[in-house]
């Protein structure tokens, strides 16, 4: 059986079909199973150790598109999964040749229109986490797969980082926390000076460090947060993704909204406290039990939305950073020492 994965991004996305991979595997491990991703999530995609090689879409250009469809249909998978539910996405799938191509209904799709090149289709519990419901598409291929008791598996491969052993020296060793204050929608970041406020916080009150973690268009943010932060916490170097796992691997908390890094985090078993404001936190948040999201997603005017059409009513502005140190103490109090 040969079979496609068609997640391109984002990031967070591509962490949430982990668990549907890792299910794949399980369930046919003499399979040979490929990933198509967007260029600028190839390295994360390279670090899942359930696939046997990954497909990279290079640009968004109609020639990265065709090299793209002739070196899929060169492997002549049986299935081809698509977990995004664009058209592109979609097209994608069913110009690999695939036999089969699953996807979504049409009512779980973010365009409508990709329901026109799928053969089969996943009608998954709107309520659930995404996560739970990739399981089910990946259970329309193989039906051993219980989409509800399914484990949630992140085959992630550890990849040393010089430059994170650099910065954890440059600590002293000292135990710390990672600070994400940036998001790709304006609307899903908390303010930065409240981080500073809460590494202040995690020194004083646990003996944390803290680093904050920032990616492209991200820095100022991330000094506005140091600067906040009473000496408290010092930026990060600009981190490939890779490197971002390995310093996130050994955190002792991880603090962001709903993005990329958090999901990482989540992977990974760190400790997660998050705001969330316009997602559903039942939909995308953590999902470890004893992870904390401190949500305004029900006082949210703006559900769904990159930015927020109410200023003067900005949900995760009348967040305090009290609250969310409150809800440090709780998590780091449910860690076992």
Same mark, same amino acid.
């Given at each position: ?67 793209? =469809? *002739?070196? $899929? &249909? @060169? /492997? ?8 995004? !539910?664009?058209?592109?996405?979609? %097209? ?106 809460? =590494? *202040?916080? $995690? &020194? @004083? /009150? ?8 920032? !990616?492209?268009?991200?820095?100022? %943010? ?109 998590? $780091?109090? @449910?860690?076992?020492?």
């Amino acid at each position: 059986m040969r079979i496609l994965i068609v997640r391109l991004g984002s990031l967070g996305d591509v962490i949430h079909t982990l668990p549907a991979v890792a299910a794949l595997r399980r369930a046919m491990p003499d399979a040979r199973i490929d990933w198509l991703v967007d260029k600028p999530h190839q390295d994360i995609v390279g670090l899942v150790t359930a696939i046997d090689a990954r497909v990279v879409l290079e640009a968004r250009t109609l020639k990265a598109w065709l090299n793209a =469809a *002739a070196v $899929l &249909r @060169a /492997r002549r998978y049986d299935a081809a999964l698509d977990f995004q !539910g664009l058209f592109k996405s979609a %097209l994608l799938a069913r110009a690999s040749g695939a036999k089969r191509v699953l996807g979504f209904s049409i009512w779980h799709l973010r365009e409508r229109g990709a329901r026109a090149f799928y053969s089969e289709t996943s009608e998954p519990d709107k309520q659930r986490h995404v996560m739970r419901k990739n399981l089910a598409l990946a259970a329309k291929l193989a039906p051993s797969i219980d989409q509800e008791l399914s484990p949630l598996e992140f085959p992630l491969a550890a990849v040393p980082s010089a430059a994170v052993e650099q910065l954890k020296r440059a600590l002293g060793g000292a135990p710390y926390a990672v600070l994400n204050p940036g998001a790709a929608w304006p609307n899903k970041r908390w303010p930065p000076e409240r981080f500073g406020e809460v =590494a *202040a916080f $995690l &020194r @004083a /009150r646990h003996g944390l460090r803290s680093v904050v973690a920032w !990616g492209p268009g991200e820095k100022m %943010l991330a000094e506005a947060v140091v600067s906040g932060s009473e000496g408290a916490a010092v930026m990060s170097p600009a981190l490939p993704l890779i490197d971002l796992a390995a310093l996130l691997r050994d955190a002792r908390l991880m603090v962001s909204g709903d993005t990329g890094p958090t999901h990482i985090a989540g992977a990974l078993g760190v400790p997660i406290v998050s705001p969330f404001g316009p997602t559903n936190p039942a939909r995308n948040g953590p999902w470890d039990p004893a992870d904390i999201v401190v949500s305004k997603f029900d006082e949210c005017e703006c559900h769904s939305r990159r930015g927020c059409r109410v200023p003067d009513r900005w949900c995760l502005g009348r967040l305090p950073a009290s609250e969310m140190m409150a809800a440090i103490t709780r998590r $780091l109090d @449910a860690v076992p020492r």
